[in-house]
T-cell receptor, first 115, second 113 residues
Framework: KQEVTQIPAALSVPEGENLVLNCSFT??????LQWFRQDPGKGLTSLLLIQSSQREQTSGRLNASLDKSSGRSTLYIAASQPGDSATYLCAVRLGSDTGRRALTFGSGTRLQVQP | KAGVTQTPRYLIKTRGQQVTLSCSPISGHRSVSWYQQTPGQGLQFLFEYFSETQRNKGNFPGRFSGRQFSNSRSEMNVSTLELGDSALYLCASSSEGRGNTIYFGEGSWLTVV
């Protein structure tokens, strides 16, 4: 059974810092991995999707990397801003066929960026 | 392009009642999945529908059911509500294909009293 772990559970940094959020998964035979952000009381906003054949994806100040062999992904946030404060979740999908499509989520990293 | 729309956003029900939640996916998306989010268990997969057929089901009791209509809109139903069913219910839609990013709605907050 796939298990996804995110470390740290919470993080507080001053504005402007670069930071790294970690995600690890137990079954390396993943189909893709997706990073989401969730603001309090809201749904999930997709940030980046990395296919199993890719090593990284970038969007603006965000960069996500994937190392399947070690079962790890990182989300790098450059020059953090107070507006980045949210919970960040990673989720993995095992396959595209029936029974393997469901996302397995980590418990998230709650990020607070201090102005 | 409109995102995933869920209704109602908030509702309060009494134990033993039943509830129906609705989800309209992004136009053109035929896959709709549902997740339950609670503080204790995090995000857990409920089920997925594609072209009106349930394609995958998570580990939830039979009180949780769903369906999908020909226009891809989906509903989920929870019967005989229990206090532990209080949660944020999230609907997600995606298109088929390799680069199939999953998009979530704002969720329906259910409180069972």
């Amino acid at each position: 059974k796939q298990e996804v772990t995110q470390i740290p559970a919470a993080l507080s940094v001053p504005e402007g810092e670069n930071l790294v959020l970690n995600c690890s998964f137990t079954d390396s035979a993943i189909y893709n991995l997706q990073w989401f952000r969730q603001d309090p009381g809201k749904g999930l906003t997709s940030l980046l999707l990395i296919q199993s054949s890719q090593r990284e994806q970038t969007s603006g100040r965000l960069n996500a990397s994937l190392d399947k062999s070690s079962g790890r992904s990182t989300l790098y946030i450059a020059a953090s801003q107070p507006g980045d404060s949210a919970t960040y979740l990673c989720a993995v999908r095992l396959g595209s066929d029936t029974g393997r499509r469901a996302l397995t989520f980590g418990s998230g990293t709650r990020l607070q960026v201090q102005p | 392009k409109a995102g995933v729309t869920q209704t109602p956003r908030y509702l309060i029900k009494t134990r033993g009642q039943q509830v129906t939640l609705s989800c309209s996916p992004i136009s053109g998306h035929r896959s709709v999945s549902w997740y339950q989010q609670t503080p204790g268990q995090g995000l857990q997969f409920l089920f997925e529908y594609f072209s009106e057929t349930q394609r995958n089901k998570g580990n939830f009791p039979g009180r949780f059911s769903g369906r999908q209509f020909s226009n891809s809109r989906s509903e989920m139903n929870v019967s005989t509500l229990e206090l532990g069913d209080s949660a944020l219910y999230l609907c997600a839609s995606s298109s088929e294909g390799r680069g199939n990013t999953i998009y979530f709605g704002e969720g329906s907050w259910l409180t069972v009293v």
